[in-house]
T-cell receptor
Framework: SQELEQSPQSLIVQEGKNLTINCTSS?????LYWYKQKYGEGLIFLMM?????EEKSHEKITAKLDEKKQQSSLHITASQPSHAGIYLC?????????????FGKGTHLIIQP | DVKVTQSSRYLVKRTGEKVFLECVQD?????MFWYRQDPGLGLRLIYF???????EKGDIPEGYSVSREKKERFSLILESASTNQTSMYLC??????????????FGSGTQLSVL
């Protein structure tokens, strides 16, 4: 089974509406990363969360880490067309960064005007 | 800003060909990674390297090899390309963070088609 589950797989949201994407790990997290990818391109780093209860924001995007649930949520407020793309969460299961990240399958976000 | 450069955005090869995918980073990062990305499967780690001439298998190393002769360059090699290796290949690099996590910086990807 997948170590890192992302939901939903895809999301269609009307411009201006809020939305939430979830990422749940079956193993203890050392760190949780959120990336955004435009179709056919590389991944752009959004945020990194390490401590339980940590919350970070960048422009209209907020991410939280629930250590007890081993879960992170990404929340977009007042969505815009520029938010469209694929959102991926990546989990670090050890420190140091040498082992890379395990990724969820991604959430395809479409913003309808 | 860190720059991770992949040599080709699009590549078309024939079955049985030897294929080299090149990746160069300009920030003196110790760690480098190769992932492939497929619809419905997400990103999967092929190989990674934490030092020059060092390499470690990821989750799906079969059919691939890597080379890291210089710190800034990490090459992915498909010894005999097959159609099931058609995919988007993503290279990434990161600092060695000791006890701390270090984020991965990604290249723009190479879309490889094997015919």
């Amino acid at each position: 089974s997948q170590e890192l589950e992302q939901s939903p797989q895809s999301l269609i949201v009307q411009e201006g509406k809020n939305l939430t994407i979830n990422c749940t790990s079956s193993k203890t997290l050392y760190g949780l990363y959120w990336y955004k990818q435009k179709y056919g391109e590389g991944l752009i780093f959004l945020m990194m969360l390490q401590k339980g209860g940590e919350e970070k924001s960048h422009e209209k995007i907020t991410a939280k880490l629930d250590e007890k649930k081993q879960q992170s949520s990404l929340h977009i407020t007042a969505s815009q067309p520029s938010h469209a793309g694929i959102y991926l969460c990546g989990a670090a299961y050890s420190g140091g960064g040498a082992d890379g990240l395990t990724f969820g399958k991604g959430t395809h976000l479409i913003i309808q005007p | 800003d860190v720059k991770v450069t992949q040599s080709s955005r699009y590549l078309v090869k024939r079955t049985g060909e030897k294929v080299f995918l090149e990746c160069v980073q300009d920030m003196d990062h110790e760690n480098m990674f190769w992932y492939r990305q497929d619809p419905g499967l997400g990103l999967r780690l092929i190989y990674f390297s934490y030092d020059v001439k060092m390499k470690e298998k990821g989750d799906i190393p079969e059919g691939y090899s890597v080379s890291r002769e210089k710190k800034e360059r990490f090459s992915l090699i498909l010894e005999s390309a097959s159609t099931n290796q058609t995919s988007m290949y993503l290279c990434a690099s990161a600092r060695q963070g000791g006890r701390a996590n270090e984020k991965l910086f990604f290249g723009s990807g190479t879309q490889l088609s094997v015919l």
